[in-house]
Every structure is written in C-alpha cells, then in structure tokens.
C-alpha cells in the first residue's frame, strides 16, 4: 500500500515536497516513481529512482527543479518539487514496480499506485 502526501497550494516559483510511505511489502525490492495527472490531459511520468537509490531519472520538463528520493529504512519515497510552475497543477501519484530499470518511464510497469496528492500552482 502507497499513500502519498504533501500537495498543497504554492505560488509560482515555491517548493512542495511529496513524501510517499509504503507498507506491506519489501520497500526496497521496488523501483519507485512518481506520475502525474493534470485535468483534461494523461497520466505523465515526472521521476523514478532505482532500488537502491543509486539511479534516478527525469522528465525534461522538470530536470533541474525536481529532485526524487527514497529512505529505504523508513520505507519513504520523496519528491522535492522547487521552482514550481502553474503547468505542474496536477494529481501527483507515487508508484511501485518490480520490472527492470530500462522500463522505468513506462505507467504500465508500475503495479501498485497510491491514491494521488493535488499540487496547485498559483500564478
């Protein structure tokens, strides 16, 4: 189970962290990632971060402002989110697979998803 936190409403150009905790299962034995949903507009990956914490990887439109982390002790997935935008509105969720790293961007390889934090950018 995944249960994402820490959306809110900011200003454009402020900071939100995410923080996604996990339970029932081996927290480290997931590669974990964060989507995101805006109104209108599909499902989009934003960041993922490998097993261990060593790898992570980004979307264009967010490399440089978004920064995602993992404590595998505290089983706590975590996305920094600076320099915000009006066009990062979205649902953020936070997400769990089992696949290998090279399918790290596709939705489809995430099995378990937690239910979505609302991040409002204001301009």
């Known amino acids: 189970q995944l249960q994402a936190s820490g959306g809110g409403l900011v200003q454009a150009g402020g900071s939100l962290t995410l923080s996604c905790a996990a339970s029932?299962?081996?927290?480290?034995?997931?590669?974990m990632g964060w989507f995101r949903q805006a109104p209108g507009k599909e499902r989009e990956f934003v960041a993922t971060?490998?097993?261990?914490?060593?790898?992570?990887d980004y979307a264009d439109f967010v490399k440089g402002r978004f920064t995602i982390s993992r404590d595998n002790a505290k089983n706590l997935l975590y996305l920094q989110m600076n320099s915000l935008k009006p066009e990062d509105t979205a649902v953020y969720y936070c997400?769990?697979?089992?696949?290998?790293?090279?399918?790290?961007?596709?939705?489809?390889?995430?099995?378990?998803w937690g239910q979505g934090t609302q991040v409002t950018v204001s301009s």
């Open positions: 971060i490998s097993r261990n914490g060593g790898s992570t």
């Open positions: 029932g299962r081996a927290f480290s034995n997931y590669q």
């Open positions: 997400a769990a697979s089992s696949s290998i790293w090279s399918t790290r961007k596709e939705s489809r390889r995430y099995s378990y």
